[in-house]
């Protein structure tokens, strides 16, 4: 083992210039005064103060409320997706998944100015609803909008976890299920679904987290006034250039996804206790 720890060594140094320097100074930024150098160190609390602000505090609210929407759509969605996957053969699977990952591989900004052409009152929706006779309907910067992108960009993630529990999943517990009398909702909701849970927390989390710090979809969907933490914590590094409240504000922001992420840990130990 000695001989690979200098191996080591130059992944630490990039952890720590990449990782940990840039937390410090977000840290050392959040408790110091707007306008002062990190290095003088004055500390204060007011940049935490103002974020209790009603109008910051209503953004927060509303990221938080448009993230449990879009992890709910995408558990609803992605769910039944991921089981039928499941019934093909291990080849045909891989073929799915991929299909699934493939608009993971283009980047998020031209992924979500395909939506701006498609969901836009010019755009391609409106113009086969308008030959209907139905449109248009005005869907560009509104939640909507914004919860399809969300939803549509994020879908991957809730997937493929659950496919992978789900994959991994004894099929003959499922066959003794059936011996013993049950009926097919009762074997999904005591035997699939319960061996299923470890997947469905870490696609809930993945999504979650995401959904509630992105800011690249709601600015384009949403429009410029449409305001999410994610956008918040940017306008206030790049436009407004207080980084002090920015980094306060980032800071707030992990601490609730540490908080969500322990709970999400203690509900699966939980359920493993239980099982």
Known sequence: MKQYKHMIKPYVVWAFALL?????????????????????LSFTLDNFGKFAETTYLNVFLKSLKLGVIT??????????????????????????????TIPMWINLLLRTYAWMNLLSDNGIINNILGKLGIGPIPMMYTDFSVILGLVCNFMPFMIIPIHTSLSKMDKSLIEAAYDL????????????????IPGVLNGIMMVFLMAISSFVIPKLLGGGQYMLIGNLIESQFIS??????????SLILAVVILIFMGWMKKMDKQEKQED
């Open 71 to 100: 992890t709910v759509l995408c558990l609803l969605l992605g769910y039944p997706l991921a089981y039928i996957i499941t019934k093909f053969s291990e080849q045909t699977q891989g073929i799915l998944i991929m299909l699934v």
């Open 181 to 196: 009398g049950a009926n097919r909702f009762q074997t999904f909701w005591k035997v699939i679904w319960q061996m299923s």
């Open 240 to 249: 407004v250039g207080n980084w002090n409240f920015g980094s306060a504000i």
């Open 20 to 40: 940990v320097v840039p937390l410090i100074l977000i840290a050392l930024y959040a408790f110091t005064e707007e306008g002062n150098e990190v290095l003088t």
